[in-house]
C-alpha cells in the first residue's frame, strides 16, 4: 500500500465521512478492519487519506455502519473512484495546497454560492482588481507568486459552476486599486451578471435592520447535501468547513441575506448608477 505524502481536500473529506459513518455505527478501528478482513492500520490510512479505498469497500462500509442514504453512498463510491487530474495541477508546487483545494472542489460542485462584504468575489474579478488585492497580501508577494495567483484566479473563473453571490455595497465602492480599475470591474460585473450561470444581489447601505455585514464565506453545494463545504479566507489561510451542524449555519445566513439583498434587476441598477458616479 503506497502512502499519499499530501492528500487533497476532497480526499481527505471522503475520508472523513468513512470516519464519521463508523463512529456513528459505534464501532472502533479494530471492529472495522475486521468487517474488511484488512489489518486495524489500514483503516486508520483511509481514515486520515494516507490511503485509497476502493469503491467496493466503500458499498461494504457503508453496509457494515447501517447507512441507509443512497444518495450519500453512491456520492461516496465516486469519490473513492474519481482519478480526475484537473488543470489545477498545473500549480501544485507552485501555489499553496488551498488554492488547488478550492479550484478541485469547484470543478465537482453542483452549485457555489458566495457572500462578499469588503472585496468582489474571486470568481467576478477583473485581472487588474486580482492583482490589486494579492498585492495587498501580508506577507509581501514576490512578482512570480503575484501573477501565478492572478493567473490562476482567471482559471478559475473559466471553470467555474454555475454560481449565486450576495455582494454588499461596500464591496462595490472600495478601491482596492484606482478610479479606471474601479469602473472596469463594475462593468465586468455588470457583464457577467447577464450570464445564465451568474446570479449577482446586492445588499445597499440604506438596508435597515442589517446585523450580518462580517459573514463573508463561499459554500460549494456538493452531489448531495452531506457534502457541501464551506470556504473561509483569513489573512493567516484558508478553512474548509463541513461539519453538518456548521454547515446548517451557513445555509441559514446565505438565506437570510438572499432575502435581504435587492433582487438580480435592481442589483444591476445600483451597479449602474455607481459605475456613473465615478
Request: glycine residues 2%.
Amino acid at each position: 500500500m503506497v502512502k499519499r505524502r499530501e492528500p487533497t481536500a476532497r480526499q481527505m473529506r471522503l475520508a472523513t465521512e468513512l470516519r464519521r459513518l463508523r463512529e456513528a455505527a459505534g464501532l472502533n478501528s479494530r471492529q472495522a478492519a475486521a468487517l474488511l478482513g484488512v489489518a486495524p492500520a489500514q483503516i486508520t490510512h483511509i481514515e486520515s487519506a494516507l490511503a485509497g479505498v476502493s469503491e467496493q469497500r466503500v458499498r461494504r462500509l457503508a453496509c457494515h455502519y447501517d447507512c441507509t442514504d443512497p444518495e450519500f453512498i453512491d456520492a461516496l463510491a465516486a469519490m473513492a473512484t474519481e482519478r480526475t487530474h484537473g488543470w489545477w495541477e498545473e500549480y501544485r508546487g507552485l501555489l499553496p495546497t488551498s488554492f488547488l483545494d478550492l479550484a478541485e472542489l469547484e470543478h465537482h460542485a453542483q452549485l457555489l454560492r458566495e457572500v462578499a462584504i469588503l472585496y468582489v468575489p474571486g470568481l467576478l474579478q477583473t485581472e487588474d482588481y486580482a492583482r490589486a488585492v494579492f498585492s495587498a497580501r501580508i506577507p509581501e508577494l514576490t512578482q512570480e507568486e503575484l501573477e501565478l495567483r492572478v493567473h490562476h484566479r482567471m482559471r478559475r473563473q473559466q471553470h467555474a459552476p454555475p454560481y449565486e453571490t450576495v455582494i454588499h455595497e461596500a464591496a462595490l465602492r472600495i478601491r482596492v486599486s484606482n478610479r479606471t480599475a474601479a469602473q472596469a470591474q463594475l462593468r465586468q460585473l455588470l457583464e457577467r451578471s447577464e450570464s445564465d450561470r451568474v446570479t449577482v444581489r446586492v445588499i445597499p447601505f440604506d438596508l435597515d435592520d442589517f446585523a450580518s455585514a462580517s459573514s463573508t464565506m463561499t459554500y460549494l453545494c456538493g452531489p448531495v447535501t452531506r457534502l457541501d463545504t464551506v470556504l473561509r479566507d483569513a489573512l493567516h489561510g484558508a478553512a474548509f468547513i463541513d461539519s453538518a451542524p456548521q454547515l446548517s449555519v451557513y445555509r441559514t445566513n446565505f438565506r437570510k441575506l438572499e432575502a435581504a439583498s435587492l433582487d438580480p434587476s435592481r442589483s444591476r441598477d445600483l451597479i449602474h448608477r455607481l459605475v456613473k458616479e465615478l
